[in-house]
């Protein structure tokens, strides 16, 4: 078994969607290819929920960048697939011109600039939901996220032209930044993916019994869960500053950024290794919760991060 997190989803494994499997055959046949991501949700959910014939009522509108096309979705998003994935106060936003552009643009810089980052999104990430707060709510907009329930779909909003998580924020609208937030939830995505099909974490191992690493940076949000981390939590974080910190330093080395993304993306670095370098030290001292494959990970992690 390879020592790193996967970067392409295997053939005839349970996320394979070309697979002979009688749900996913009968969806291609009738040509909801759109909905497969869906099918496999109600393989992990085990609620009874039909999410692929409520996501039947979703369109989606095709973006083909380098070869590889997405689904874009519109309409309603319906209420059982929003609750569970905590999407109930977010609705879908219009489709126009200029988000199609940004979209567009931050798939194209990715392709053109991270072809390995495309290549993780491109495996792992095969539906956008372009989400806004629904009228009246009063809370604060996520940026980007994505869901181990729903495989292949991330969500993100008109934040994510603006934010990089966890603290930078630029009041200039960037399609770079949200080639950044792609990035992010595509290895989300690709991190779920391999904790999903290999045993990564020790027997008996719990996220609600979890050794609860601090988190510093967190100090200021008031909220007790973004300052104590879960050792799968820490993990995941892990392996994707990993990934943004390289994404980040290949696009400090251009020379087409404007002033505004060049500071945030600087910003972020300086904020994002530190941060990586403190989870590592952390996850280290917690051994005992991995199985052997997920310590040669950890070690693999301490390989990269020792060469950013």
Same mark, same amino acid.
């Given at each position: 078994?390879?020592?790193?997190?996967?970067?392409?989803?295997?053939?005839?494994?349970?996320?394979?969607?070309?697979?002979?499997?009688?749900?996913?055959?009968?969806?291609?046949?009738?040509?909801?290819?759109?909905?497969?991501?869906?099918?496999?949700?109600?393989?992990?959910?085990?609620?009874?929920?039909?999410?692929?014939?409520?996501?039947?009522?979703?369109?989606?509108?095709?973006?083909?960048?380098?070869?590889?096309?997405?689904?874009?979705?519109?309409?309603?998003?319906?209420?059982?697939?929003?609750?569970?994935?905590?999407?109930?106060?977010?609705?879908?936003?219009?489709?126009?011109?200029?988000?199609?552009?940004?979209?567009?643009?931050?798939?194209?810089?990715?392709?053109?600039?991270?072809?390995?980052?495309?290549?993780?999104?491109?495996?792992?990430?095969?539906?956008? =939901?372009?989400?806004?707060?629904?009228?009246?709510?009063?809370?604060? !907009?996520?940026? *980007?996220?994505? @869901?181990?329930? %729903? $495989?292949?779909?991330?969500?993100?909003?008109?934040?994510?032209?603006?934010?990089?998580?966890?603290?930078?924020?630029?009041?200039?609208?960037?399609?770079?930044?949200?080639?950044?937030?792609?990035?992010?939830?595509?290895?989300?995505?690709?991190?779920?993916?391999?904790?999903?099909?290999?045993?990564?974490?020790?027997?008996?191992?719990?996220?609600?019994?979890?050794?609860?690493?601090?988190?510093?940076?967190?100090?200021?949000?008031?909220?007790?869960?973004?300052?104590?981390?879960?050792?799968?939590?820490?993990?995941?974080?892990?392996?994707?500053?990993?990934?943004?910190?390289?994404?980040?330093?290949?696009? =400090?080395?251009?020379?087409?950024?404007?002033?505004?993304?060049?500071? !945030?993306?600087? *910003?972020?670095? @300086?904020?994002? %290794? $530190?941060?990586?370098?403190?989870?590592?030290?952390?996850?280290?001292?917690?051994?005992?919760?991995?199985?052997?494959?997920?310590?040669?990970?950890?070690?693999?992690?301490?390989?990269?991060?020792?060469?950013?």
């Amino acid at each position: 078994m390879k020592t790193a997190i996967a970067t392409r989803v295997p053939a005839g494994s349970f996320f394979d969607l070309d697979r002979k499997d009688p749900d996913l055959i009968r969806l291609r046949e009738e040509g909801a290819e759109s909905a497969l991501p869906f099918a496999l949700m109600e393989r992990l959910v085990k609620s009874g929920t039909p999410y692929a014939e409520h996501a039947r009522s979703l369109r989606s509108e095709p973006v083909t960048v380098a070869g590889v096309t997405f689904d874009w979705f519109d309409a309603e998003l319906p209420r059982e697939i929003a609750a569970e994935i905590n999407l109930t106060d977010y609705e879908i936003i219009e489709h126009t011109d200029e988000r199609r552009e940004a979209l567009t643009w931050a798939l194209d810089r990715l392709s053109l600039v991270h072809p390995e980052g495309f290549a993780r999104v491109r495996d792992f990430v095969r539906g956008f =939901l372009w989400v806004g707060l629904k009228p009246g709510v009063r809370t604060s !907009s996520l940026t *980007s996220s994505s @869901d181990p329930a %729903l $495989p292949y779909v991330i969500a993100f909003s008109e934040k994510a032209r603006h934010h990089i998580p966890p603290n930078t924020v630029s009041p200039e609208p960037s399609s770079l930044f949200l080639t950044e937030n792609l990035l992010h939830e595509g290895t989300h995505q690709s991190i779920s993916f391999h904790i999903l099909q290999h045993q990564v974490f020790a027997d008996g191992y719990s996220s609600q019994t979890s050794p609860k690493i601090e988190i510093a940076w967190r100090a200021t949000q008031g909220v007790a869960r973004n300052q104590f981390w879960e050792i799968d939590r820490a993990f995941h974080a892990a392996c994707v500053y990993n990934q943004l910190l390289r994404f980040r330093q290949t696009e =400090l080395n251009r020379d087409d950024l404007t002033p505004a993304e060049r500071a !945030s993306f600087q *910003s972020a670095y @300086d904020e994002g %290794l $530190p941060a990586v370098r403190h989870l590592m030290r952390e996850l280290e001292l917690l051994t005992a919760h991995f199985t052997p494959h997920g310590r040669e990970l950890l070690a693999d992690l301490r390989h990269q991060t020792d060469h950013l």
